[in-house]
């Protein structure tokens, strides 16, 4: 049962262009939309977020896109820099409700 | 800056041994998780914890696994008797309230059964 799909498993990208990494999901019930960046043995960290109620969030080089109507949303990074190589999730949830479900994970590499 | 803290790092065990997995969630947050990594995959969700009482648990979450508040600070995931499917990350979270969205999430305690 995917919920929320990352259909890209990887990722590679020049130092300095924009990266774009997508998601998909089929809950239409999510309402809440985050992106995570996970080092390897570390912790996924928090990265953005948005409310279905925007479109577009927006944070350094950082934007989250939202499409509802598609049920996908895409995180946007510009300009790519070595250190963003990491794998990124990118995770849903109905507010009110307790589990975030996430998707499988894009791993980009951004080469200098 | 807050952060979730879990101990230990890395534990390996016997097949069959118990584990406890101990975190240390941010001091004013509400709710609390555990979720799951094997390696290569997805990041699959174990519970969540809310008011001393599981909310919401996925099928992974059976008889052989718990959870406790054994005082104001701690949160531990007990596993009673360890598979090698077991082995995997094992990430702690928690989360402010129901309104704020972010899970903030702690380094990950690698757990191998031999």
């Known amino acids: 049962d995917q919920q929320v799909k990352q259909n890209s498993p990887s990722l590679s990208v020049q130092e300095g262009r924009i990266s774009i990494l997508n998601c998909d999901y089929t809950?239409?019930?999510?309402?809440?939309f985050l992106w995570y960046k996970k080092y390897p043995a570390e912790g996924p960290t928090f990265l953005i977020s948005?409310?279905?109620?925007?479109d577009k969030n927006e944070d350094g080089r950082f934007t989250v896109f939202l499409n509802k109507s598609a049920k996908h949303l895409s995180l946007h990074i510009v300009p790519s820099q070595p250190g963003d190589s990491a794998v990124y999730f990118c995770?849903?949830?109905?507010?009110?409700?307790?589990?975030?479900?996430f998707g499988t994970g894009t791993r980009l590499k951004v080469l200098a | 800056e807050p952060e979730v803290t879990q101990t230990p790092s890395h534990q390996v065990t016997q097949m069959g041994q118990e584990v406890i997995l101990r975190c240390v969630p941010i001091?004013?947050?509400?709710?609390f998780y555990w979720y799951r990594q094997i390696l290569g995959q997805k990041v699959e969700f174990l519970v969540s914890f809310y008011n001393n009482e599981i909310s919401e648990k996925s099928e992974i979450f059976d008889d052989q696994f718990s959870v406790e508040r054994p005082d104001g600070s701690n949160f531990t995931l007990k596993i009673r008797s360890t598979k090698l499917e077991d082995s995997a990350m094992y990430f702690c979270?928690?989360?402010?309230?129901?309104?704020?969205?972010?899970?903030?999430f702690g380094e990950g305690s690698r757990l191998t059964v031999l």
């Open positions: 809950n239409s019930m999510f309402d809440y």
């Open positions: 979270a928690s989360r402010a309230d129901l309104i704020t969205g972010e899970l903030f």
């Open positions: 995770a849903a949830i109905h507010s009110g409700t307790y589990k975030y479900i």
């Open positions: 001091s004013n947050h509400l709710y």
């Open positions: 948005i409310s279905s109620i925007k």
